[in-house]
């Protein structure tokens, strides 16, 4: 099981550390009104979401949003930080083309997250990530080859894998998140000149410090994006007549890559309406 991801281990270690520096139609939404359409440097009197979208991506940028929002559990997601009384999380399109990120996280005083941004990248309705980290965008590949669904679904459980990563972010202590910020290049830095000996004395004290190695912190975040990915779509094809494929596709996914995280998922798959006559044992 961890054979299958080592070698992608030092390609995990750099995007974290390159994340850690940097912190990646339908009736009219009722939920607009609560939404801002402004720029970046505007100062926040109260929380929100803010809506921050080129003019030539506006019309596939709602349609995403509409598929994400077709689901209870999208609507109640985006009614929480639309209504959220300090939190401003921005939305905007970036060059990512295919891919999304979430980051520029800030807190205030108190501890309390106060501001985060979603990008999306132009063409998130394209493009699947590998199974390995990311089981349940990946299982959707072959429901679109077989015209099963649309790009707009991609596009929207990528966009609720990034409202995933702004929730476990939320639950993160600023200390924690600070130290992590400060020592992932510190223990990058000693990894990659020892020889890969993740069992320095060293690393085992940072990564007690800050809850794990760069590796295992990373991938957490993924596996609980994917979860709230994974919610979206239990709403979104609990009726569609291949539900329960897709669950199956997203079950050996998990089993393969993700075993240590696969009780996550399981609690989904089993949640009340998620799957019928499914199975996740």
Partial sequence: MKSKRMP??????????CCAVSATAQKANPLRSATRNVSLAEPAET???REVIPSKFQKRYEEWKAE???TDIGKAQWD???????LVLTITINSNSKGAGS????????????????SLGSEIERGYPSSVYYPVMNALEPFESQRLIDGSMLAATKLAHEFGHVMKISSVPRSLYDLQIQLVPVYNKIFLSNGYNVNDPRLVDIAQKIGGNPVQIWEDREYWGEANAMLFLRDRVAKEKFHCRLFGKIKQAVEEYAKDYEERFAEIAKSQGAIYSCSWK
């Fill in 80 to 86: 929480m930080y639309a209504h959220h009384p300090h």
């Fill in 68 to 70: 994400f929002l077709s």
């Fill in 47 to 49: 929380g929100g979401i």
């Fill in 103 to 118: 980051g520029k996280y800030k807190w205030n005083d108190s501890g309390e997250l106060v501001a985060a941004t979603i």
């Fill in 8 to 17: 992608g281990t030092l390609f995990v270690i750099a995007m974290f550390a």
